[in-house]
Protein backbone atom coordinates (compact mmCIF):
# COMPACT_ATOMS: atom_id res chain seq x y z
CA UNK A 1 0.00 0.00 0.00
CA UNK A 2 1.24 3.78 -0.36
CA UNK A 3 0.79 6.42 1.48
CA UNK A 4 -0.12 10.09 1.58
CA UNK A 5 2.33 13.11 1.92
CA UNK A 6 1.39 16.45 3.41
CA UNK A 7 3.17 18.88 3.19
CA UNK A 8 3.04 22.79 4.27
CA UNK A 9 5.38 25.73 5.87
CA UNK A 10 5.21 26.46 9.80
CA UNK A 11 2.45 27.17 11.23
CA UNK A 12 0.16 26.22 8.12
CA UNK A 13 -2.10 24.02 9.81
CA UNK A 14 -0.46 20.26 7.88
CA UNK A 15 -0.09 18.62 11.30
CA UNK A 16 -3.76 19.48 11.95
CA UNK A 17 -4.92 18.66 8.58
CA UNK A 18 -2.86 15.44 8.28
CA UNK A 19 -4.31 14.08 12.01
CA UNK A 20 -8.33 14.93 10.42
CA UNK A 21 -7.30 12.45 8.01
CA UNK A 22 -7.40 9.65 10.47
CA UNK A 23 -10.34 11.06 12.64
CA UNK A 24 -12.38 7.90 11.82
CA UNK A 25 -9.62 5.23 12.34
CA UNK A 26 -9.73 3.37 15.73
CA UNK A 27 -5.96 2.22 16.10
CA UNK A 28 -3.55 5.04 15.18
CA UNK A 29 0.22 5.26 15.88
CA UNK A 30 1.82 8.03 16.22
CA UNK A 31 5.55 8.63 15.37
CA UNK A 32 7.04 11.50 16.94
CA UNK A 33 10.06 12.08 15.44
CA UNK A 34 11.06 14.57 18.21
CA UNK A 35 12.92 12.71 20.58
CA UNK A 36 14.40 14.84 23.14
CA UNK A 37 17.77 14.37 24.27
CA UNK A 38 18.70 17.62 25.28
CA UNK A 39 16.72 20.12 27.10
CA UNK A 40 15.10 22.83 25.42
CA UNK A 41 11.55 24.21 26.87
CA UNK A 42 10.35 26.12 23.69
CA UNK A 43 10.53 22.47 21.77
CA UNK A 44 9.23 20.46 24.72
CA UNK A 45 5.94 23.32 25.16
CA UNK A 46 5.60 22.04 20.92
CA UNK A 47 5.59 18.90 22.14
CA UNK A 48 3.06 19.44 24.41
CA UNK A 49 0.53 21.30 22.40
CA UNK A 50 0.59 18.81 19.83
CA UNK A 51 -0.14 15.97 22.53
CA UNK A 52 -3.21 17.95 23.50
CA UNK A 53 -4.38 18.05 20.06
CA UNK A 54 -4.10 14.20 19.66
CA UNK A 55 -7.26 11.56 20.29
CA UNK A 56 -6.53 9.90 23.57
CA UNK A 57 -6.75 6.61 22.31
CA UNK A 58 -3.71 6.93 19.67
CA UNK A 59 -0.88 5.40 20.93
CA UNK A 60 2.70 7.26 20.27
CA UNK A 61 6.08 6.06 19.72
CA UNK A 62 8.73 8.70 19.75
CA UNK A 63 11.55 7.24 17.72
CA UNK A 64 13.61 8.41 14.15
CA UNK A 65 15.54 4.99 13.85
CA UNK A 66 14.55 2.07 12.70
CA UNK A 67 11.10 3.24 11.76
CA UNK A 68 11.42 0.43 8.82
CA UNK A 69 11.25 -2.31 11.88
CA UNK A 70 9.54 -0.65 13.82
CA UNK A 71 5.60 -0.94 11.42
CA UNK A 72 6.99 -4.56 10.37
CA UNK A 73 6.83 -5.41 13.73
CA UNK A 74 3.61 -3.68 14.86
CA UNK A 75 1.94 -2.86 11.05
CA UNK A 76 -0.85 -5.80 12.43
CA UNK A 77 -1.21 -4.02 15.87
CA UNK A 78 -2.80 -0.35 13.81
CA UNK A 79 -4.93 0.63 11.27
CA UNK A 80 -2.48 3.38 10.42
CA UNK A 81 0.21 5.25 11.33
CA UNK A 82 1.01 9.37 11.54
CA UNK A 83 4.62 10.42 11.24
CA UNK A 84 5.53 13.76 12.36
CA UNK A 85 7.82 15.08 10.65
CA UNK A 86 9.62 13.68 8.16
CA UNK A 87 12.21 17.18 8.76
CA UNK A 88 12.80 16.50 12.17
CA UNK A 89 13.31 13.25 11.31
CA UNK A 90 15.74 14.07 9.10
CA UNK A 91 17.49 16.45 11.30
CA UNK A 92 18.15 14.09 14.30
CA UNK A 93 19.44 11.47 12.15
CA UNK A 94 21.49 14.06 10.52
CA UNK A 95 22.92 14.66 13.70
CA UNK A 96 23.04 11.10 14.67
CA UNK A 97 25.31 10.17 11.87
CA UNK A 98 27.61 12.98 12.96
CA UNK A 99 27.95 11.98 16.27
CA UNK A 100 27.11 8.07 17.00
CA UNK A 101 28.31 6.86 13.41
CA UNK A 102 31.03 9.30 12.71
CA UNK A 103 31.80 9.90 16.35
CA UNK A 104 32.20 14.11 16.01
CA UNK A 105 30.97 16.45 19.01
CA UNK A 106 27.84 17.86 18.57
CA UNK A 107 28.99 21.00 19.49
CA UNK A 108 31.42 21.42 16.24
CA UNK A 109 29.33 19.69 13.65
CA UNK A 110 28.72 22.95 11.85
CA UNK A 111 32.39 23.78 11.82
CA UNK A 112 33.75 20.27 10.87
CA UNK A 113 30.88 19.66 8.31
CA UNK A 114 31.87 23.50 6.60
CA UNK A 115 35.30 21.50 6.15
CA UNK A 116 33.64 18.36 4.39
CA UNK A 117 34.47 18.07 0.61
CA UNK A 118 31.17 17.22 -1.84
CA UNK A 119 31.90 13.73 -1.71
CA UNK A 120 31.71 13.67 2.18
CA UNK A 121 28.71 15.42 2.24
CA UNK A 122 27.47 13.22 -0.38
CA UNK A 123 28.21 10.38 1.77
CA UNK A 124 26.06 11.65 4.33
CA UNK A 125 23.32 11.97 2.16
CA UNK A 126 23.27 8.82 0.84
CA UNK A 127 23.33 7.52 4.26
CA UNK A 128 19.78 9.45 5.13
CA UNK A 129 18.36 8.23 2.12
CA UNK A 130 18.99 4.35 2.88
CA UNK A 131 16.97 5.18 6.16
CA UNK A 132 14.01 6.51 3.55
CA UNK A 133 14.49 4.06 0.92
CA UNK A 134 13.62 1.09 3.73
CA UNK A 135 10.88 3.64 5.24
CA UNK A 136 9.30 3.70 1.90
CA UNK A 137 10.01 -0.04 1.42
CA UNK A 138 7.82 -1.45 4.80
CA UNK A 139 5.23 1.28 3.47
CA UNK A 140 4.65 -0.14 -0.06
CA UNK A 141 5.34 -3.58 0.80
CA UNK A 142 3.04 -3.64 3.40
CA UNK A 143 -0.83 -3.26 3.77
CA UNK A 144 -0.10 -0.48 6.01
CA UNK A 145 -1.71 3.02 5.92
CA UNK A 146 0.56 6.00 6.71
CA UNK A 147 0.37 9.69 6.48
CA UNK A 148 3.74 11.85 6.42
CA UNK A 149 4.32 15.20 7.41
CA UNK A 150 6.69 17.32 6.42
CA UNK A 151 7.68 21.04 6.04
CA UNK A 152 8.09 22.55 2.10
CA UNK A 153 11.24 23.89 2.50
CA UNK A 154 11.30 25.35 -0.78
CA UNK A 155 9.22 28.53 0.16
CA UNK A 156 11.47 29.59 2.97
CA UNK A 157 14.19 31.29 3.63
CA UNK A 158 18.32 30.52 2.36
CA UNK A 159 20.39 29.72 5.43
CA UNK A 160 23.22 32.16 5.67
CA UNK A 161 25.58 28.93 6.48
CA UNK A 162 26.65 25.86 4.44
CA UNK A 163 25.60 23.81 6.59
CA UNK A 164 22.24 25.08 6.89
CA UNK A 165 21.73 25.16 2.85
CA UNK A 166 22.95 21.81 2.23
CA UNK A 167 20.51 20.64 4.30
CA UNK A 168 17.99 22.45 3.24
CA UNK A 169 18.72 21.02 -0.14
CA UNK A 170 18.60 17.99 1.05
CA UNK A 171 14.97 18.47 3.17
CA UNK A 172 13.86 18.98 -0.70
CA UNK A 173 15.41 16.07 -2.07
CA UNK A 174 13.44 13.98 0.10
CA UNK A 175 10.69 15.52 0.23
CA UNK A 176 11.15 14.81 -4.22
CA UNK A 177 11.34 11.72 -3.41
CA UNK A 178 8.35 11.26 -0.92
CA UNK A 179 6.36 12.95 -3.22
CA UNK A 180 7.10 10.82 -6.22
CA UNK A 181 5.56 7.57 -5.14
CA UNK A 182 2.64 8.58 -2.50
CA UNK A 183 -0.68 7.64 -3.34
CA UNK A 184 -1.72 11.35 -2.75
CA UNK A 185 0.19 14.56 -1.76
CA UNK A 186 -1.71 17.54 0.34
CA UNK A 187 0.14 21.43 0.52
CA UNK A 188 -1.25 23.26 3.20
CA UNK A 189 -1.34 26.99 3.43
CA UNK A 190 -3.04 28.63 6.25
CA UNK A 191 -4.85 25.73 7.64
CA UNK A 192 -6.12 25.04 4.21
CA UNK A 193 -5.23 21.94 2.46
CA UNK A 194 -4.90 21.54 -1.43
CA UNK A 195 -4.93 18.22 -3.32
CA UNK A 196 -2.03 18.43 -5.55
CA UNK A 197 -1.55 14.97 -6.40
Same mark, same amino acid.
Request: with cysteine; glycine share 6%.
Given at each position: ?????????????????? %?? $?????????????? &???? #??? /????????????????????????????????T?????A?????????????????????????L??V %?? $?????????????E &???? #??? /?????????????????????????????????????????????????????????????????
Open positions: MSYTLVTGGAKSGKSTFA %ES $LLEDTAAVCYLATS &VMNY #QDA /EMEARIQRHQKTRPASWQTEERFLAIDDWIRSKNNYDYLLDCVTVLNTNLFFHIMTEEMGKDEH %EQ $LFDAYSPQERYKI &VRMF #QEW /EKIRAVLLGTNTTMILVTNEVGSGVVPVSAMGRWFQDLLGKVNQYLAKEAESVYFVVCGIPQKIK
